[in-house]
Each structure stands twice: as C-alpha cells, then as structure tokens.
C-alpha cells in the first residue's frame, strides 16, 4: 500500500485544468437559475409578501418512552 501525503493530493489538485468539469456544472446551474428567474413565480406558489390566513396550530404528539429516556426527558 502506498502512502498518498495531502501535499500530494493538493499538487494533484493543483496539476488538474481549472476549466475542467467545474465549469461545466457551473454553466448548468447558471442556465437552470436563469431560466427559472425568467419562469417568474410559478401556479400554486405564494408569492413573496403574500398574507396567510390565520390558521390553529397542533401540538406535537408527545415522545415515546424511549425517546425520553435518551434525551434525558423525564417522563410526565
């Protein structure tokens, strides 16, 4: 088994063309963020500054014994 040194990886780094496939993705994600900026707000979105409705809020079911236990939750 031969030892690989982080210098060795880092120089390896180094020696790779800096337009390889990073480039690449990059232009993928700008495409993909252009045209979803272009799409604008998309059917059934809320829109940014929109009012929500009042609206009741539950309680969240109550853990489990086990959980308690763990999480150092005595039990009630």
Known sequence: MTAVTIAGQVAA?????????PGEAM????REQAELAAGGIPDGVIA?????????????????????????????
């Open 13 to 21: 780094m180094a020696d790779t063309p800096a337009r390889q496939a």
């Open 27 to 30: 232009g993928v994600f700008a």
């Open 48 to 76: 940014s500054g929109a009012l929500l409705p009042d609206a009741d809020l539950s309680d969240p079911p109550a853990p489990r014994a086990c959980c308690r236990m763990r999480s150092g939750i005595s039990a009630r």
